[in-house]
Structures are given as C-alpha cells and as structure tokens.
C-alpha cells in the first residue's frame, strides 16, 4: 500500500498532467485554426480526462464520503473504457490522428488510465459503493454513445470512425490491424 502522503501527490501529479494534456491539445488545435469546441468537447476521451482531473483534485482535497467515492468509480469506469477501447479500436491509427501532440496521446489514453486502474487498487473508495450504485456508472458511456449517434448526424461529423455509420466496418469486414487504414479516420483530440 503507497502511504497516504505519496498517493495524494501522485493524485495531483496525474491530475495536473491530464489537465496539461488537455490543454496542450486546445492550444495546438487553436494555433492549427483547427478547434472545434463542440467537436473537441464531444470526445470521450477528452470528457474522461476532464472528469478523472477533477475527480483526482476533489479526492485531495476532502475527505472521501459515499459521493466522492462513486464520483472515483465513474472516473475509473472511464478511464478504463478510454484506455481499452483506445488500445483495441484506435491505437493502429497514424499519429497525427490521434492526437495533435504525440505525448498527449500517451498521456490520455495511457498514462491517466492506467493510473486510475492502480489508483483504485492502491487506494479503495471508502466507503465501498454499493454494486447496485455502481450499475449506475454504466449510464454514462451509454449517454455518450446516444449523445454522439444522434449529435453526428446533424453536424456531420462523429468523434470516432466506430461510430459513424457512414464508415465504420461491420466486424466480418473489418480489415486486419496492418491492412489499409483508409475507411479509418479520426479528427486529433480522439
């Protein structure tokens, strides 16, 4: 077990850093005349890093109650589902479309959920968030999905190629990870 201490400067550190990814992106984005805030703001990854940042901040800051533990659990829920579907879905992609700048992408997609993952085993929520609470962290991921096929659409634009129907492969036609990438694209901040 990490003394208290060390974890809640690693806490500040993860935070800080995601945060600083988060912005670099903006910047890089905005010096390219390429942001979109909506477009930009609808990436799950960038709605999970905000949310792991903020959570990370509260969780050093006062003491953990039953909300601040379920806050941590969606946060990891999140993370956890941004690293892996990053891993599965996106990592074959070139690098300038993933992420504006090479190291935000490790940080956003890597670093911040793995912490999350330890964090969670390092330090459990305390109180334990009932199984039945816990179901509800389940209701976020599947917003953002109704959230992202129904906002697509009317702009024209989806935050991941899996999810706009216009491109995205069905599984049997899937093309092999060192096939072309061609049907596969996806805007920096993904």
Known sequence: MIAPPVLRALRVLVALLGLSAVGTEVVVLVVRGTFVP??????FTIQSNLLAAGTLLLVVTRPEGPWLSWLRGLATLCMVVTGIVFSVLLSGLPADQLTAVPWDNTVLHYLVPIWFALDWALGPPSPPVPFRSALLWLLYPMAYVA?????????GWYPYPFLDPRTAATPRSRPRPSASRSWWSCSPGC
């Open 147 to 155: 959230y992202s096929l129904v906002r697509g659409p009317l702009v």
């Open 38 to 43: 909506g477009n930009f703001l609808s990436f």
